[in-house]
């Protein structure tokens, strides 16, 4: 069966430049959600897109900025990066109208140097 | 707010054993409850759910039921073996418009031969 897809799935950055992280959700699922897990933490819910539209809205810094896109993919734009912006994020699909079930990506793993 | 408390680990068991991790929340209305499971390495996979007071998820051997007058889901495997050793992260999801995944801490579990 279908996955989510992430890419890349490693990105090593040093302080203050740009990332674009970028998820590609299962096949008919149109809403996508982007968490980021620190070493050793529990994922934390970043924010989320329903129909190309802004659904929710975690603790996403004012430098991070994501979009969903025509065929549902999602990109996740990073900018003025700092060395606590390294982790793990994972991008989420799920289908609308039933028990909205997350599916996860195999995540990027970000490192800022 | 939402949160989720979970036993904190590692947790060590031999083959075989009996398998139980704690997991008590708190949430407004009548939240999802999830057990999800990371292997190293990987990204989060879904390993039970359940939606309403009462129901019990179950799969792979894992069973949970969620159990509103103790606002807990905790998570049980009769007979556990190497091959589950990963963390396990309880999680809930609000609804009602809102669909984001609060996890708890995670609890490393670690099987022995």
């Known amino acids: 069966a279908a996955g989510v897809i992430q890419s890349p799935r490693h990105l090593i950055k040093e302080k203050r430049e740009t990332a674009t992280l970028k998820c590609y959700p299962i096949p008919r699922h149109d809403t996508v959600y982007w968490y980021q897990q620190g070493p050793g933490q529990d994922p934390q819910f970043l924010i989320s897109?329903?129909?190309?539209?802004?659904?929710d809205k975690g603790s996403i810094p004012d430098r991070f900025s994501a979009q969903q896109f025509s065929d549902y993919h999602s990109e996740l734009n990073m900018s003025s990066l700092e060395l606590g912006d390294s982790a793990l994020y994972f991008c989420a699909s799920s289908p609308s109208g039933g028990s909205y079930e997350q599916y996860f990506g195999p995540g990027t793993r970000l490192t800022v140097t | 707010g939402n949160s989720v408390t979970q036993m904190e680990g590692p947790v060590t068991l031999s083959e075989e054993a009996f398998l139980t991790i704690n997991c008590t929340y708190t949430?407004?209305?009548?939240?999802?409850l999830f057990w999800y499971v990371q292997y190293p390495g990987e990204g989060l996979q879904l390993l039970l759910k359940?939606?309403?007071?009462?129901d019990k998820g179950s799969n792979k051997g894992f069973e949970a039921t969620y159990r509103k007058e103790t606002t807990s889901f905790h998570l049980e495997k009769g007979s556990v073996q190497v091959s589950d050793s990963a963390v396990y992260f309880c999680a809930l999801m609000r609804g009602a418009g809102s669909y984001q995944l609060t996890f708890g801490k995670g609890t490393k579990l670690s099987v022995i031969p």
């Open positions: 897109f329903y129909e190309k539209m802004q659904s």
């Open positions: 949430a407004t209305g009548y939240p999802s």
């Open positions: 359940a939606t309403k007071a009462d």
